[in-house]
């Protein structure tokens, strides 16, 4: 099968991440609004071109102060910085539909490259005939990399937001037309 593009479906998508708060639990959010393009055989990623986008505003902790609060000059600063991008670089082809890719995260005015670990997890068509793929990923950034140094100390010592940031997606994305 020859390279096709693909549109994410971001109704059947997600963004979530967690980090630890007080060192003592972990906190979970997600982004809303995403989008992402991929060139790829979806049987083969191996030369995939892989182009995501995040609207940081779309930002979601399940608490308004404390995503006004992330939205803020403290951390992402969504008015001057206002998307997450990755552009993929480099995939390697693990076996069993499993890849590591890798690209160049721009957040907060800082690029770097990040390695995420991708599965092909399926090919389909849908009851109306329209072809899907369904990918997942999982890696993690540390924050302090992008200068989202904000922080409190800790009455018993340590800190109260964590320095590295779990990230999954589970992506399911249409044949573009």
């Known amino acids: 099968m020859t390279k096709q593009k693909w549109a994410v479906d971001a109704a059947h998508s997600s963004v979530d991440f967690s980090i630890k708060h007080m060192m003592i639990a972990n906190v979970k959010g997600a982004f809303l609004n995403f989008e992402a393009t991929v060139d790829a055989n979806p049987s083969d990623l191996s030369d995939a071109e892989i182009d995501f986008s995040i609207d940081l505003s779309s930002i979601d902790t399940r608490n308004e102060d404390r995503d006004n609060h992330l939205k803020s000059a403290d951390f992402f600063d969504v008015e001057q910085y206002p998307k997450m991008t990755f552009k993929s670089t480099k995939i390697v082809n693990k076996g069993d539909h499993e890849y590591d890719v890798t690209g160049d995260l721009t957040l907060h005015g800082v690029s770097k490259q990040e390695t995420f670990h991708v599965a092909f997890e399926g090919q389909g068509k849908d009851p ?50």
């Open 128 to 177: 109306w005939g329209n072809e899907k793929v369904g990918f997942s990923a999982d890696g993690s950034i540390n924050r302090s990399d992008y200068g989202l140094t904000w922080n409190s100390a800790l009455e018993t010592g340590g800190v109260l937001v964590g320095d590295k940031v779990k990230i999954n997606l589970q992506i399911e994305a249409a044949k573009a037309e």
